[in-house]
C-alpha cells in the first residue's frame, strides 16, 4: 500500500479589504503572483534533489519581492516567510508564523535555505535583493 503524505501546497491568497480597492488588472497581476508562489511550493514537495530545492527558493525569493513590489512595500527579504513553507526547511514552522511581519524569523542553522552552511546562496539572494527586479513586469496572459 503506497503511504500518502500531506503536501502542504495550494494555499489560499490573501483576501480582506486590501483586494477590494485594487483595479481588475492588477487583481490579476496579484493572483498571478500567488499562483507562481503555490506552483514553486507545491514543486518544492515534489523534488528529491537539493539542487532543484536551492533553485526553487531563489524563484520563490524573487516572487517574494515581487509580491513587496506588487503591495507597495520596501523590497526587504526579512520579511519573507513563504520559504518556510517549502520541503526541507528545519526553521521553527510555528514560532515564525508567529514572526510574520515583523522581520524577527527564526533560522535553524541546518536549514538547507536558511542556515549557515550555503554562504554562496546567501550571496546570491542578497543580489537579488540589492538590484533584481524579480518577478516585476512579467507579461501575463
Given at each position: 500500500m503506497?503511504?500518502?503524505s500531506?503536501?502542504?501546497?495550494?494555499?489560499?491568497?490573501?483576501?480582506?479589504?486590501?483586494?477590494k480597492?485594487?483595479?481588475?488588472?492588477?487583481?490579476?497581476e496579484?493572483?498571478?503572483?500567488?499562483?507562481?508562489?503555490?506552483a514553486?511550493l507545491?514543486?518544492?514537495?515534489?523534488?528529491q534533489?537539493?539542487?532543484?530545492?536551492?533553485e526553487l527558493?531563489?524563484?520563490?525569493?524573487?516572487v517574494?519581492?515581487?509580491?513587496?513590489?506588487f503591495?507597495?512595500f520596501?523590497?526587504?527579504?526579512?520579511?519573507?516567510?513563504?520559504?518556510?513553507?517549502?520541503?526541507?526547511?528545519?526553521?521553527p514552522?510555528?514560532?515564525?508564523?508567529?514572526r510574520?511581519?515583523?522581520?524577527?524569523?527564526?533560522?535553524?542553522?541546518?536549514?538547507?535555505?536558511?542556515?549557515?552552511?550555503?554562504?554562496?546562496l546567501?550571496?546570491?539572494?542578497?543580489?537579488?535583493?540589492r538590484?533584481?527586479?524579480g518577478?516585476?513586469?512579467i507579461?501575463?496572459?
Open positions: 503506497t503511504k500518502i500531506y503536501i502542504p501546497c495550494l494555499w489560499k491568497t490573501p483576501s480582506g479589504s486590501l483586494w480597492n485594487l483595479s481588475p488588472e492588477k487583481t490579476t496579484g493572483a498571478f503572483l500567488y499562483g507562481q508562489l503555490n514553486l507545491c514543486m518544492s514537495w515534489h523534488t534533489d537539493e539542487t532543484d530545492l536551492k527558493y531563489k524563484a520563490v525569493t524573487a517574494e519581492f515581487a509580491l513587496q513590489d503591495w507597495g520596501e523590497r526587504n527579504i526579512n520579511f519573507h516567510h513563504y520559504s518556510f513553507r517549502m520541503k526541507g526547511c528545519t526553521c514552522q510555528m514560532d515564525n508564523e508567529e510574520i511581519g515583523t522581520g524577527q524569523m527564526i533560522h535553524n542553522g541546518d536549514c538547507i535555505y536558511h542556515g549557515i552552511g550555503d554562504r554562496e546567501f550571496k546570491e539572494i542578497a543580489f537579488h535583493q538590484y533584481s527586479e518577478y516585476k513586469g507579461k501575463h496572459e
